[in-house]
């Protein structure tokens, strides 16, 4: 499908886009961030001085439980306030913005953007049902698996919509 009509728009808002550096403390954030269609990269174990490094090397944004490392970097950083994924994705949505993501377009295991791909290819390569119920596929140049809007995403994608919303019980 071409949509070259909407190519420019992307393009300049995908450079006001923060990119994410996220360490050990918050490995579930990484992963979700990713499905939020954000460049995440992951470092699950580093000393903090490497880590810093990193970050400002690569030009990311760290999201860390590390005060050492958040003390250190500055506004190059977000001190995630949460131990728990959804307080951690609600500081982070709220510092970015609701306009910021773009759900399922980035491979949540590799950080690479998907490519999206006709249905006829994916047939015998998703569950019977799955392709039968499903229209919009798209693929991970890196890993080669294919997603796809099912249930799953719909459930999580309504979870995020919540906290971007604010509407969800504050004792959860
Ligand atoms: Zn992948």
Redesign the pocket.
Known sequence: MNESASNNESASREDAVPRFLVDGTAGKLARWLRILGFDVLYVSACEVPALVRLARQSDRIALTRNTEIATRLGDASILLRSEHLRGQLEQVVHSVGPDAYRPFSR??????K?ERVKKETVRGRVPEFVYATQDSFSS??????YFWHGTHYANMLEQVRLIVEGDHDESE
């Open positions: 491979c949540n295991i590799c950080n690479e998907l991970c140049p890196q890993c080669g698996r």
